[in-house]
């Protein structure tokens, strides 16, 4: 299957500093990406999707500016979590749906990001 | 709204037993269904994609099928191992256009040696 990298696996940062997760689509390419979040023992919380081009769709309740998302290219995304706190702390996971060759857009998954905030 | 429930919650089964998972969602009017394995702080593994025109989708020892109209799925394992311990997930995405998949809960599976 197609592959979805996210850099970094893990990062660990103080309260009040930004971070910056990368999601690649590395085989094809992606117009539109999506930024999950899960909490231990939980499913995935849909927090934003990404439009490349334009400005991303947050889902209600999910802070624009304070999870800034970038859809610069085709095969790139990035999610910016800005004055992190405690409670920001959570795995990230972001997927692309393949469009082409295939039609049937099969969701592919990063392998995650996991932040703690100190 | 579109809403998926997965059914059991976990489950614990003797190695070599067949096992069926299942999921139901409350719209049937879907575009395709996936199951995803995911293993503990692991991102997600696409296992089989059903398009809403099909029926089943197998590979492998995995077999999924789809009955649309009813609302439901299910995920067959064959002669279970333990390497197949993790969640499993099923994710619809609707019928409408947008590609944003609806996840369930999720399976817990422990396959003991």
């Known amino acids: 299957g197609a592959v979805v990298s996210q850099h970094p696996s893990r990062v660990i940062c103080k309260s009040g500093t930004s971070v910056k997760i990368e999601c690649r689509s590395l085989?094809?390419?992606?117009?539109?990406m999506f930024w999950y979040r899960q909490f231990p023992k939980k499913s995935l919380m849909l927090m934003a999707t990404s439009n490349e081009g334009s400005k991303a769709t947050y889902e209600q309740g999910v802070e624009k500016d304070k999870f800034l998302i970038n859809h610069a290219s085709l095969t790139l995304s990035t999610l910016t979590v800005t004055s992190a706190h405690p409670e920001d702390s959570s795995f990230y996971i972001c997927?692309?749906?393949?469009?082409?060759?295939?039609?049937?857009?099969?969701?592919?998954f990063g392998p995650g990001t996991r932040l703690t905030v100190l | 709204k579109q809403e998926v429930t997965q059914i059991p919650a976990a489950l614990s089964v003797p190695e070599g037993e067949n096992l069926v998972l299942n999921c139901s969602f409350t719209?049937?009017?879907?575009?395709?269904l996936q199951w995803f394995r995911q293993d503990p702080g692991k991102g997600l593994t696409s296992l089989l994609l059903i398009q809403s025109s099909q029926r089943e989708q197998t590979s492998g020892r995995l077999n999924a099928s789809l009955d649309k109209s009813s609302g439901r799925s299910t995920l067959y394992i064959a002669a279970s191992q333990p390497g197949d311990s993790a969640t499993y997930l099923c994710?619809?995405?609707?019928?409408?256009?947008?590609?944003?998949?609806?996840f369930g809960e999720g399976t817990q599976l422990t396959v003991n040696p």
């Open positions: 085989d094809f390419q992606a117009t539109t």
């Open positions: 997927s692309a749906p393949m469009t082409a060759p295939s039609s049937y857009n099969e969701q592919f």
């Open positions: 994710a619809v995405r609707p019928g409408t256009s947008g590609s944003r998949l609806t």
């Open positions: 719209d049937s009017a879907i575009y395709n």
